[in-house]
Each structure stands twice: as structure tokens, then as C-alpha cells.
T-cell receptor
């Protein structure tokens, strides 16, 4: 089954404790992206990657890092989480041939205390 | 950079009644337009998209949307809603001419559709 998976689905942590949210897709997509969703703000793009070793900032990159060492994986790293990063995070992927049609993962709900 | 305005944050509607969810985007020469749906506690699912061609686009679950370039709008419609349509709906836009080296999808803030039995 074609899908985008994220782990963990739920996470509660404390300020300053480094964490990683993994994202993996099995569709051989070149393009991958991270969004955060906050009430009343919709989805905002954090980072995206057009291919392996190619990443770029989205609209709200501060406090986040990403890497793209393999085509299927695009982890989101919070080096020192803060309470304002409490949010619902989505990973998405798409083919370079149809980059505008993105497939979303199920989401990761993060609470930073 | 593109921006998307969804004019209604919440829309209550009775079952079997018609519904229209409004979406306007900032002007650009050429754009791709999308509607996504998010059911409770789930990820986003593509409902329909406009890339080119006919301005009336049909999607899944009986939804359709019309691209109006002069009004920079892409409103979503359904002639008769069902309880199962209760969800949050997001309009999104991307620049067609964003360049081969970059791609960004800009979302609206969402409209919560509540279908009342």
C-alpha cells in the first residue's frame, strides 16, 4: 500500500530535550515536506526537499532542522524544543512529475512542556 | 509569495442541504489550486485540484469547485451534504512558475464544515 508514515504519532516532552520525528514514504517520491498545523492558522510549511541532499526552508523554519540522506526518509529534528513548538505536524511527499499533488502522513501530535 | 483566504472559519449546514466553502487567493499569472479535506484525527486527503483546462473541477465524494481567474476564487460546492462530510476543508495554492528548483504549497486557515442531522 502506498503511504507516508510518521513516528511517533503522539509525543510529550520537556523544553530543551532534543527529539526527532521520522517520516518515510514508499512511493519513490523525490519531493518531501514538513508542515505544522495550528488552530486558526492552517498548515504552514517548515522545510521541504526536492531530492536527496537537497533541502530548503519553508515559511516557518526557525527551531527546526531536517536532513535527506535517503530518498524515502525525511526526519524532522527539534534540537531544543520550546512550548511554542507544540503543534500537529504533517509530513508529505510527491513525485517530481506531479509535484503539486502531495500525499500526507497521518500526523504527529507534539506537546512541549 | 502566494496567500490564501478562506472567508468562513466555520460553516454549519443541515444534512441534504447544499454548501459552498469560499476560497480566494492572491493574484498571480498562473496557479495550481487544490482543496484538501481533513476528517477528525486524520491526515489531509486531496479532494480535487485545478491544474489547467476546464474551470469546473469535479472531485471525490460529490464535491466540485470552480476556478474564477477574474475574481481569483476557487470555491468548493456540494449540492447535498451528508453527515460524513463533517470535516475541516483546506484550500491551497501553488505558483505554476515557481521554478524547477523549488516548490511551495500555501494553505488557507481552513473551514470547519459541520453537517447537522
Amino acid at each position: 500500500e502506498a503511504q507516508v508514515t510518521q513516528n511517533p504519532r503522539y509525543l510529550i516532552t520537556v523544553t530543551g530535550k532534543k527529539l526527532t520525528v521520522t517520516c518515510s514514504q514508499n512511493m519513490n517520491h523525490e519531493y518531501m515536506s514538513w508542515y505544522r498545523q495550528d488552530p486558526g492558522l492552517g498548515l504552514r510549511q517548515i522545510y521541504y526537499s526536492m531530492n536527496v541532499e537537497v533541502t530548503d526552508k519553508g515559511d516557518v523554519p526557525e527551531g527546526y532542522k531536517v536532513s535527506r540522506k535517503e530518498k524515502r526518509n525525511f526526519p524532522l529534528i527539534l534540537e531544543s524544543p520550546s512550548p511554542n513548538q507544540t503543534s500537529l505536524y504533517f509530513c508529505a511527499s510527491s513525485s517530481y512529475l506531479e509535484v503539486e499533488t502531495q500525499y500526507f502522513g497521518p500526523g504527529t501530535r507534539l506537546l512541549v512542556l | 509569495a502566494q496567500s490564501v483566504t478562506q472567508l468562513d472559519s466555520q460553516v454549519p449546514v443541515f444534512e441534504e442541504a447544499p454548501v459552498e466553502l469560499r476560497c480566494n487567493y492572491s493574484s498571480s499569472v498562473s496557479v495550481y489550486l487544490f482543496w484538501y479535506v481533513q476528517y477528525p484525527n486524520q491526515g489531509l486527503q486531496l479532494l480535487l485540484k485545478y491544474l489547467s483546462g476546464s474551470t469546473l473541477v469535479k472531485g471525490i465524494n460529490g464535491f466540485e469547485a470552480e476556478f474564477n481567474k477574474s475574481q481569483t476564487s476557487f470555491h468548493l460546492r456540494k449540492p447535498s451534504v451528508h453527515i460524513s462530510d463533517t470535516a475541516e476543508y483546506f484550500c491551497a495554492v501553488s505558483d505554476r512558475d515557481s521554478g524547477a528548483g523549488s516548490y511551495q504549497l500555501t494553505f488557507g486557515k481552513g473551514t470547519k464544515l459541520s453537517v447537522i442531522p
